[in-house]
């Protein structure tokens, strides 16, 4: 029999990797002889880097770049087995988690670091980028970014603008003739879970604007900013990016990542699905187990299970998902090809024990499951 195990991460519990080695140390304690394929998960969002990294045998770099509130931080990106596919994800960089709650102001953070991680990652030779681009602090249409790599974005006086949303009112003119040559020869698929267009009621500010601390004046000012944005840089480059899907993600870096960078957006669990070859391993697999932190509902818009039960729904191959917690809804992912989900949790348990015993657990529920598969015999 051959398993292929492609779960996403555990969120503060384990890593995608780790729950591939739990899940197979289960099932080998009922099932010997199995043969399974350990294949990492993620969907663009927190563990994408780990999980490329992970499942092509790759490595990590790390470097101190310029943090959403214009001070130094350390981020790390990565690098697939290739060492021609660099991964990163903004976060790192420019994430909500580095700023504090009272510190929190859109109207001032910056996707700088985000674009010296890119910089410096084409600089060490990189063709291809995988951007991951949940969890930002910023709403600054990606002005940040594109300033680390060569474009000047400048007021009616010719001088060069500060970081940060708010100061998008002021700007008059966006010159592209510095930046980076190198980038041109780059292929740029972007991780984008989010279908939000740049301005609007849908729109980065009113959307995720509240979360990074803005109020509701605040959303105003960055929403009518990122409009005229929008019209900068359609003037400039051609490109009409303020209703795009997924121009709006990230506080509008998606925008600044097809007007500058000719990024391709798409669904993140599709850019990991490709990128580790998911239905190539899939040949000849009698069974799929996939899963992540939580099933319910929302599962089937983008997120990893679906991803792959949909993968494995081609080539006809039953698909187990496996989940720390199961809510509402979950039952719609019947409909994408998963044909049984399970709960690793054996019962009641408070949130810090189920996060500690989290690899105990699956490989608990996997022995069990093996002893089924072995009932077929």
Same mark, same amino acid.
């Given at each position: 029999m051959k398993i292929v195990i492609a779960p996403d991460s555990f969120k503060e519990s384990m890593t995608a990797l780790e729950v591939c080695e739990a899940i197979e140390r289960g099932l080998r304690r009922s099932l010997p002889e199995v043969k399974t394929v350990k294949i990492p998960m993620a969907d663009g969002g927190e563990g994408t880097v780990q999980a490329l990294v992970d499942a092509t045998g790759g490595t990590f770099t790390s470097l101190t770049v310029t943090g959403p509130l214009g001070l130094p931080v350390e981020a790390e990106y990565g690098w697939l087995g290739d060492l021609k596919t660099a991964v990163i994800e903004m976060a790192a960089a420019s994430g909500l988690h580095l700023v504090p709650?009272?510190?929190?102001n859109p109207l001032m953070t910056t996707t700088a670091g985000t674009g010296e991680l890119i910089k410096d990652a084409v600089q060490k030779g990189a063709e291809h980028l995988i951007i991951g681009i949940g969890g930002s602090a910023t709403n600054d249409g990606g002005m940040g970014m594109a300033q680390a790599l060569g474009v000047k974005f400048l007021d009616a006086e010719g001088a060069d603008l500060p970081y940060g949303g708010g100061a998008i009112s002021k700007l008059a003119r966006i010159d592209v003739? &510095?930046?980076?040559?190198?980038?041109?020869? $780059? !292929?740029?698929?972007?991780?984008?879970? $989010?279908?939000?267009?740049? !301005? &609007?009621?849908n729109g980065a500010s009113a959307i995720f604007g509240p979360q990074k601390g803005a109020t509701d004046e605040t959303v105003s000012v960055l929403d009518q900013n990122l409009s005229h944005y929008a019209s900068l840089i359609?003037?400039? !480059?051609?490109?009409d990016v303020e209703?795009?899907?997924?121009?709006?993600?990230?506080?509008?870096? &998606?925008?600044?990542?097809l007007a500058f960078l000719n990024a391709n957006l798409k669904r993140g669990a599709d850019i990991v699905i490709e990128t580790v070859q998911l239905e190539k391993h899939m040949s000849e697999a009698d069974l799929v187990i996939t899963g992540e932190g939580r099933i319910d509902g929302q599962t089937i818009h983008g997120k990893t299970p679906v991803g792959v039960s949909r993968a494995a729904k081609k080539l006809k191959i039953p698909v187990i998902a496996i989940a720390g917690s199961i809510g509402d809804g979950y039952e719609s992912v019947y409909d994408e090809g998963i044909g049984s989900v399970f709960s690793i949790?054996? &019962?009641? $348990?408070?949130?810090?024990?189920a996060l500690q015993k989290g690899p105990i657990f699956v490989e608990n529920l996997m022995a069990n499951l093996g002893r089924v598969l072995n009932l077929k015999k």
């Open positions: 709650p009272e510190r929190r003739s &510095g930046m980076m040559k190198e980038l041109s020869g $780059v !292929t740029i698929d972007v991780a984008c879970d $989010v279908d939000n267009p740049l !301005t &609007g009621p359609l003037k400039e !480059t051609g490109m209703k795009r899907e997924g121009s709006g993600a990230a506080g509008g870096l &998606g925008a600044g990542l949790v054996p &019962g009641i $348990v408070s949130l810090e024990e």
